[in-house]
């Protein structure tokens, strides 16, 4: 294995890159700086999990929090809605996987390319007062090439739809075969006079790369894959960077500062090993991919009297406009067995309601697919099935109707947009800290009305699909009073070409330290419409690719 | 998206409707409840789990025929037989056949659950004090189902009661090796197959899809 020729480097000696955090983004950027030459150090806070440790066991994952850990792993996070609250502490808020690979290990690995519409939204439509409604400094056409390169190197299966932005090259992979929500999706939307097509994902559905295809098992969404078929930064990246032999990889490795020095520089990256000892790798360059939470927490922990409110802060946005995406889901029951519950999460999308009409008064769209409402889990279905679907909730009349719903169920559920709004954001906890001593995350987040409207729009047009779909007992649910929580983290060191309004340059670089970058959900200008993992991971292959190139020109 | 935490507390019990009814306002609030947010303050959250380990020990117990770990013999008397009316054995096995009650007692000797442990004490013992006031009988275990069915419609929205009933779900879906689950009862109850993999058709509409070559 390649993990036997893996470099040790001497932590008191400089290496060229300290890559903090190995997921999404993390793990691209270990792999594109360590094979461009560079000496890397890569260090994840939690284990290096493979195939052969993953499991169908909905209790440990679900119910213990085996890869998300939260208060009860020594991880408390808090909430509030708004700063006049106070924060209450969570089991979790901000979630996220905490092992080699990241969240990109148990995604549901929804892989929609953003369009090019969203990259000069505030333009097109307008700025929205009260918001950071902004323009992205780069376009649909810079980050393309590196869309294709996430097609190509990590997997995406799919299909060109009508809808889809142009792309330089096809999708390796075949579309995944259609499931049983999705067929009532597509014949519900053919009625409506709706476009359904492929969803694209990063699953394999033939092998690529050395990989095999998804064998359907469906313990998928939440759950790491057994055959290494989901295409995660954890399978595609990670194995490359170690092959590189220019890579060590640091696991239980968990930062609590990026010192710097009188020039403003970045010089060394201080962290608590798997022992509890602390640690500091000296460097000459940081690249912090920690995710939207993370990443703002270190860099407020990273402050000095040079950087009094925290690294690479002189804008003030550091941890603000926090964008988790909107959500709705309808449920539904059918006369034949769906059987929803195998397979991925998801086969075909509508994207007719990327952009709402602007008559309608608000902000936002999105994206409408089909599911198991549970992730096809056996637990997560009995805990709720008669909230879903009506009827009694214990006794042999529960048991009967449970037996039947679980294989006759589907789930339509929207995707949406949030607006980046200052008043959500992520500060640290005066009061509760972590394990470690570390101040806890305070996640501070009330949905835009709009986001709340756009929410209740893809609900009442998902019930409106359901209907057509045939569906009984429907139900459904959206955040109508504001999410408290998501594990999508984006927005909060925001990309931009002015230094007063935006945390780093268009090339991932900190407008304040010269050789400290940032690359994850956090760089994100706008939200997208629900799927942000294939968007940060091309960001990520095209930050590494300027890094390399300013790297070739001595300009770190 | 917060959906990876189907799992929390029911704080509110069901309301009885209509089936038929296309019941869009009111579910909402409970199928939030059922899973998707987070329910604060109820007796699960304070629990809100805590990794197990050691987990074949119980299944080792059960299959033995050894004495409970955690739970008294009294205790777990009781919470089996309200677990076999919140999944009852009739045409199919229940709670009872899939050994929910050798999953609780695993799952409640985890340290990190000593709070929960604590608090469905005392909902036992609640219980049992109704028990003797509406029935003038010592222990919920020795009523007719009857009668049982009849107390725990009583209390069916109290935290006591959802702790149960989320315990019993877990016990019965949840891998063998926590100690519930029995002979794979859980998921046959529902008519899932546990493989490691499948091939399409999965169902019976993209059977047809396929057969009509959409």
Redesign the interface.
Known sequence: MAEAALPSFATREEVDFVVIGSGAAGGIMAKELATAGHSVVLLEQGPHLTAVDF??????I?????H?W????GHPQTFRKSESDDA?E??TVC?YAHNVGGSSMHFSGNFWRFRPIDFMEASVRGTIAGTNFADWPISYEDLEPYYTKVDWEIGVSGLQGSWDPPRSREYPCAPM????PD??L?RAAKSLGLNPYPAPVAILSEPHNGRPPC????YC??FGC?FNAKSSSLVAMIPLALESGNCELRTYSTVYRIETNAEGRATEVLYYDADGNEQGQRTRAVVLCANGAETPRLLFLSESSRFPDGLANSSGMVGKNLMF?G?S?T?GL?D????????IPATRVIHDFYELDSSLGFYGGGGIDGRH???G????????S???????????D??RD??YQ??HCAAFDGHTTSLPQESNNITLDPNVQDKWGRPAIRCTYMDHPDDIATMRWFYEKS?ELMEAAGG?????????DG??????LLGTCRMGTDPATSVIDANHRTHDVPNLFLCDGSSLVTSGRGQPTMTIMALAFRAADMINQAAERNEI | ???????EA?TE??EK????????AL??R?????????A?GSLL?LS?????TACREAEEARSSGAAFQTLSEQEAAELAAVAA????T?E?P?ATEAGVIYFMDNVLGDE?RVELLASLRDGLREMQYQVATDYSESYFHLLDVARQ?EL?AKI?TTPFFNTV??LT??G????PQ?GGNRDGI??Q????E???????P?????A??MERG?
């Open positions: 499991t169908h066991d909905e209790w440990a679900d119910h213990n929090g085996e998300m939260g208060a009860s792993h209450e969570r089991e979630g075969p259609i499931k049983g067929v009532l597509e064998a359907h098992c469906g969404n939440g057994e995406n959500y889901t449920v059918f034949e067995p769906v059987n929803g519950w195998k397979s409402p549970s992730r889990t056996p637990l997560g279905f009995a805990l709720s008669p909230f879903m679907f009506g009827g009694a909730s214990w006794g042999s529960y048991k449970l037996a679980f294989s019930v009984t007992n429907i139900g459904g649910f959206y955040a109508e999410q408290e929580g998501n594990v999508h | 998206m917060s959906k990876l935490y189907p799992n029911l019990a069901p409707e209509s089936n038929s009814e296309l019941n869009r579910s909402r409970q199928f939030m409840a059922g899973s998707a947010s987070l604060r959250v809100m789990p805590a990794i197990l009316r919140i999944i009852p009739d199919t229940g990190r069915d725990l069916e009933r989320y779900i877990a019965t879906f949840s891998m926590y859980g998921m109850l529902i008519g899932m546990s493989r490691p993999a499948w091939a399409p999965f169902g019976a509409y993209d047809d899809y959409e």
